[in-house]
């Protein structure tokens, strides 16, 4: 059904967008930070409100036809090309829509606040529209390519919000960093847009657009491409697209560094939408992805070594920020390990909760830093339960949600994973998503513990309570974090799963609960329960009873496990040797060799050139007759001139292209 | 409006003309002269792209004169949609950059008549259809670029001077070689392009062979496709601003202009044999080997530089996948990369204008101090390494597509560049414009309203062929689906 409200969705916060961006410097130094604020949070707010209307609409509609279309313009069209720009809404991009512009709203309203006194609150603004803007034309394409403008359109903002405070050289490189990583991933994404065209082309039908994609995949299933299927290829290449958006192994490594942009955009970008994106192309594509069990068993196992090895890392991390990137990080492999067992309703339902759980955190975290001017090492932090109680309150329910301890958000949609990597049958991956369930829930309780229990050991003195408008959007977010959780209760509690039924359409697999042994639910359920309250009491005896000091468990084994998970396995340094030097290495070779060896060739050339003439001119003056010799004089004299400007070498010139005229004359006309 | 080519050519000419009869001393007066020879040009290519009949692959505007009936060479001259594209750029860019010479002030008068022969010379390359006529505009235009360079360039101009003259005139033998072959093959004996592209089945196969490598060493140096490029960045770097921004924008655009209008359309045969080594491989090189030298460059023109050569490689490996996304990408590709390189360069003066170098490492931190400079720079930097909604990831996204139907290994090198482009683009970046503030440029002043002038109308296409591109699409298409059904049957 066509909606021609939809663009309007995109377009509201690229409007606010474009007038900051001329007119926010302006607009700030006449009107100062509200006028700003104001302009920044209304289409954000407008655009809520659409997507609200637009979910209605959705509802209102029988369950098998709920998609609306947004029709533009044709953007290219060539031969068996043919992209529109045009927006889709159907029940995944309908949710994606409101997470993105109801938590990026709730996030505009508390930068409003943690901004305050930044003297370029404007570009902020400006740039947290146009971040919304991309990432709800990547939601909302209606094609892979559209899908690419948001794609590359939120990394650009990400690249200028890391980098938000540049004149710290480590802030600038790390926006330059993620930028680079994820242009990895595109790499790989246009290559598998290619293939996927071509290979439809052939097959069926040239299209890029996902309902056709998902009409004609099945005519690809016997495509076979150098003894691959077709199809594993095309997905594979994708995929690798989507680990660097999402911050999965082995393009991760950006996420850690980009949290040196201001926090609030760590929340909206670096947890809540952006880092999502990959998950949601696969969710997107999920009939395609359906045919290549390969690529999924790959995506499964990405995922869980993922989720493994950042919740490892995050257990060692004193930077506050740090620990939620490691975090994040972890959380994406649950949602990537979902879509590998075909679980991508599980998926986008733990994408959800999990950008209101660690928004929440993130925000609450930055609240923290703001009162501690701006420290974040959680060893100078401590006590800060009775100075920030709204914070605390807060960050706790979050922390107890991602931590999943029932009946939170968290717990639901991280049960729903593990189940689906069971019943998937898949004892292993089951494995290691619980024991990642306890590592979580071991390094979420040690933050709050350091930060918020215990003594005061900042040197700042009466930290404060953030001001309402930054605890309103937190209290929100905590509420979601609790909440959430029952739009997709388990049938097995009585629930009724209402989330996986309202995917179902769009992501084939939500329904994966049909066939199930009850038992085997219930045990995944008990023993995730059981991991969490085992974490939880682990962080207790250490940080706040004080019964093992972290200290000898760092120490253990020589202190070598410690070392490893504080470096972060020392990836960083050999990404950094083999490809950052490895680039570097050959670009200096390319340009040593561009001038010692081809400029040189080229002066040796004519320095030849020249040696040859003057031989030449020799011989001239001394064999040719007397007429020849006049002919001569002529060219010298007017040489002469000439050289004057020219060193002389165009004679030689004009010399090799009469000379060259005269022998095809000569050879056509003999 | 009838003559509409011929005016676009003679206005140029009479501006030159009075700007010899004004007096050296009144410089506003030449300044504006000049402004007023390239604004009627302008006016007549916005006339021409919206009466231009799309859907219609064949040349329009068409006007033919005999001028030497004993050889058959006539003043001949039209558009297609190949050619349209370039024109419209020549207009736009000699425009603009009569505005970004304003700064010159030694020997004003000389600079602006030779920069308005160079305009008439440049426009009449991409409209002649008589090759005697194109040939004569070809060297035409050599002459006031030697001493566009040579005057009023860098300290090395001289060697950067000599250098372009010589490669080019290198080029320009083989070319014209080339020409006296194919009249000489013909029968009758003919110098018209339309002809020889309509009786191209006469040309054996060997002949073809030959007569297209001649050609295309001599387009390959304009483009310019490695080995023969390193006259580029000295050219550039010697050059003053308005005359790099011509030079990138639309000289290059000449070599890979030459090989679709004459190795295409007229040597099929050796075309189809030919281009997967000569264009195909030689053009993913092109990409990211200049991305490579881009990387390693200090001087910020040097680095535009290699990365033209790196963007003029798309052109090579699109036109060479025959497929009508990857031969339509090229030609876009070749006006992208005219705006936005212009931008570039455009923007690399104005930095240069101000602290009088240009070293990559001399600077630092200067965003705060030029925040509006830096936007366009930013703009100009994101379009070039392919930014999506920016109009040159639409050139480079169908140049790869098409590539991959043909060539898939070679699309994946091309698309790998898109790592090395964003990474020396944002490199630059952080070295100049991030990171702490070089007290030294803690006083310059930001762009001036002259310099944003020549910016906006850049900065406005640059992003409106990203989002709706059809437009031009529409206007090039017909012509290549022709041409590349030329070749098709020999593949």
Not at chain 1, 604 to 621: E, I, K, L, N, Y
Not at chain 2, 39 to 61: C, K, M, N, S
Not at chain 2, 268 to 284: R, V
Not at chain 2, 332 to 338: I, S, V
Request: hydrophobic content about 60%; aromatic content about 12%; proline content about 4%.
């Amino acid at each position: 059904m066509a909606a021609a409200y939809l663009r309007w969705i995109p377009l509201l916060p690229l409007l606010g967008a474009a007038v900051l961006g001329l007119g926010g410097a302006w607009v700030q130094r006449r009107h100062g930070e509200r006028a700003v604020a104001a302009i920044a949070c209304l289409p954000v707010a407008l655009a809520f409100a659409i997507a609200v209307r637009t979910f209605a609409a959705l509802a209102a509609m029988p369950a098998e036809q709920r998609v609306l279309v947004d029709r533009l313009w044709t953007w290219i069209e060539i031969g068996s090309l043919h992209v529109d720009v045009a927006f889709l809404a159907d029940p995944l991009s309908a949710l994606m829509v409101l997470v993105v512009t109801g938590i990026g709203g709730l996030i505009h309203v508390y930068s409003v606040g943690y901004m305050r006194g930044e003297p370029a609150y404007w570009r902020f603004f400006a740039l947290l529209n146009l971040f919304t803007a991309m990432m709800l034309v990547l939601v909302l394409a209606d094609n892979l390519l559209l899908l690419f403008v948001g794609w590359e359109g939120v990394g650009l903002c990400s690249y200028a919000l890391i980098g938000f405070w540049y004149a710290d050289l480590a802030n600038a490189r790390a926006g330059s960093k993620a930028f680079l990583v994820n242009r990895v991933g595109d790499f790989a994404f246009a290559l598998g847009l290619f293939l996927l065209f071509w290979t439809l082309e052939a097959h069926a039908e040239a299209t890029l657009a996902f309902r056709e994609i998902d009409r004609h995949a099945a005519a690809l299933a016997g495509v076979s491409l150098g003894g691959w299927s077709v199809l594993t290829v095309i997905t594979a290449l994708l995929f690798v697209g989507a680990t660097g958006k999402s911050a999965q192994i082995p393009l991760y490594v950006w996420l850690p560094d980009a949290m040196a942009g201001p926090t609030p955009v760590s929340a909206l970008i670096h947890a809540a939408t952006m880092v999502t994106a990959g998950v949601y192309l696969v969710a997107r594509l999920d009939v395609l992805f359906a045919l290549a069990p390969a690529t999924l068993a790959a995506i499964a196992w990405v995922g869980a070594a993922t989720a493994l090895l950042a919740a490892a890392i995050a257990v060692v991390q004193n930077d506050i920020k740090k620990v939620l990137a490691y975090s994040t990080i972890s959380q994406l492999g649950y949602m990537v390990l979902a879509l590998g067992v075909g679980a991508s309703g599980a998926a986008v339902f733990h994408l959800m909760t999990h950008a209101f759980f660690k928004a929440c955190l993130f925000l609450g975290a930055g609240s923290v830093i703001l009162a501690l001017h701006h420290e974040q090492d959680l060893r100078r932090m401590g006590g800060l339960r009775a100075a920030m109680p709204r914070t605390y309150a807060t960050f706790l329910v979050s922390a107890l949600a991602i931590a999943g301890v029932p009946p939170l958000a968290g717990f639901v949609s991280k049960d729903e994973i593990l189940w689906s990597a069971l019943s998937h049958g898949d004892g292993g991956l089951w494995l290691v998503g619980w024991s990642v369930a306890g590592l979580t829930a071991f390094y979420m309780f040690r933050l709050v513990f350091l930060a918020f229990h215990g003594e005061a050991r900042s040197e700042h003195a009466a930290p404060r309570e953030a001001p309402a408008v930054m605890t309103v959007p937190l209290t929100i977010l905590a509420a979601g974090a609790v909440f959430a959780g029952f739009l997709g209760w388990p049938e097995v509690l009585g629930g009724g799963n209402r989330l996986g039924a309202w995917l179902a359409p769009a992501a084939a697999h939500g329904g994966a609960h049909a066939s199930h042994a009850l038992a085997w639910e219930l045990f995944s359920m008990v023993a995730s329960i059981a991991m969490a309250a085992a974490g939880i009491a682990v962080a207790y005896a250490m940080y706040v009873r004080g019964l093992v000091a972290p200290e000898r468990i760092a120490a253990w084994a020589g202190g070598a496990p410690y070392r490893w998970l504080a470096r972060k396995l020392y990836v960083d340094e050999v990404y950094q040797a083999l490809f950052v030097d490895g680039v570097l290495g050959a670009s200096r070779v390319a340009a040593r060799a561009d001038a010692r060896v081809i400029d040189a060739a080229v002066d040796g050339v004519a320095a030849g050139v020249r040696g040859w003439s003057r031989f030449q001119g020799a011989v001239d003056a001394i064999v040719v007759d007397g007429f020849v010799n006049r002919v001569a004089d002529v060219a010298l004299a007017a040489g002469g001139r000439l050289r004057r400007l020219q060193s002389g070498r165009i004679n030689a010139y004009l010399y090799v292209i009469v000379a060259a005229l005269v022998a095809v004359l000569a050879w056509q006309l003999g | 409006m009838d003559y509409a080519l011929s005016w676009m050519i003679a206005v140029p000419l009479v501006g030159m003309v009075v700007v010899l009869l004004l007096p050296s001393a009144a410089h506003n007066a030449i300044r504006w002269a000049a402004v007023a020879a390239t604004v009627p040009p302008l006016g007549i290519a916005a006339w021409l792209f919206t009466v231009f009949e799309r859907g219609d692959p064949d040349f329009q505007f068409v006007e033919r004169y005999a001028w030497i009936p004993a050889f058959d060479i006539h003043y001949l001259v039209g558009v297609d949609g190949l050619s349209i594209s370039m024109v419209l750029l020549t207009a736009l860019l000699c425009f603009l950059c009569v505005f970004a010479s304003w700064g010159i002030e030694e020997g004003v008068k000389a600079y602006f008549a030779l920069f308005l022969l160079l305009d008439a010379a440049m426009v009449g390359v991409f409209v002649a259809l008589d090759f005697v006529l194109f040939f004569l505009f070809w060297e035409l235009m050599l002459l006031p670029m030697y001493f566009l360079i040579g005057v009023w360039g860098g300290p090395r101009r001289a060697y950067a001077a000599i250098k372009f003259f010589l490669y080019t005139m290198a080029g320009s033998v083989l070319i014209l070689l080339a020409i006296l072959g194919l009249y000489f093959s013909s029968t009758p004996h003919t110098f018209d392009m339309i002809a020889l592209a309509e009786s191209r089945h006469q040309f054996t196969e060997a002949l073809q062979y030959v007569l297209w490598i001649a050609f295309f060493v001599g387009f390959a140096i304009k483009i310019p496709a490695f080995p023969f490029h390193t006259w580029l960045p000295d050219a550039h770097v010697e050059a003053p601003t308005a005359i790099s921004v011509i030079l990138a924008g639309v000289l290059l655009k000449m070599g890979t202009y030459g090989i679709l209008r004459v190795n295409y359309g007229m040597l099929p045969i050796a075309t189809a044999e030919l281009a997967f080594a000569c264009l195909a491989a030689l053009g993913a090189w092109n990409i990211l080997y200049g991305a490579l030298c881009a990387m390693a460059q200090r001087d910020l023109k040097k680095l535009v530089a290699y990365s033209s050569i790196s963007h003029m490689g798309y052109v090579m490996l699109g036109m060479a996948s025959f497929t009508q996304q990857g031969i339509d990408g090229a030609v876009l590709q070749m006006f992208n990369h005219g705006t936005v390189t212009a931008m570039l360069f455009l923007l690399v003066g104005v930095l240069y204008d101000r602290a009088h170098h240009r070293e990559i490492y001399g600077f630092g931190g200067i965003a705060p101090v030029m925040p509006i400079y830096t936007g366009f720079v930013a703009l100009a930097f994101f379009a070039a390494l392919g930014l999506p909604g920016l109009s040159a990831f639409i050139s480079e996204v169908l140049v790869l597509l098409g590539a991959w139907q043909r060539t898939p290994w070679l699309a994946a090198v091309g698309a790998s560049a898109v790592v090395l482009t964003a990474g020396y683009m944002l490199w630059t970046l952080q070295r100049v414009f991030l990171g702490p503030l070089n007290e030294r440029y803690a006083s310059l002043p930001d762009i001036s309203a002259r310099e944003a002038l020549t910016l906006v109308p850049l900065a406005i296409i640059v992003v409106a062929l990203g989002v709706y591109p059809m437009p031009m699409i529409e206007l090039i298409d017909a012509t290549l689906a022709t041409l590349n059904a030329a070749v098709l049957p020999f593949l």
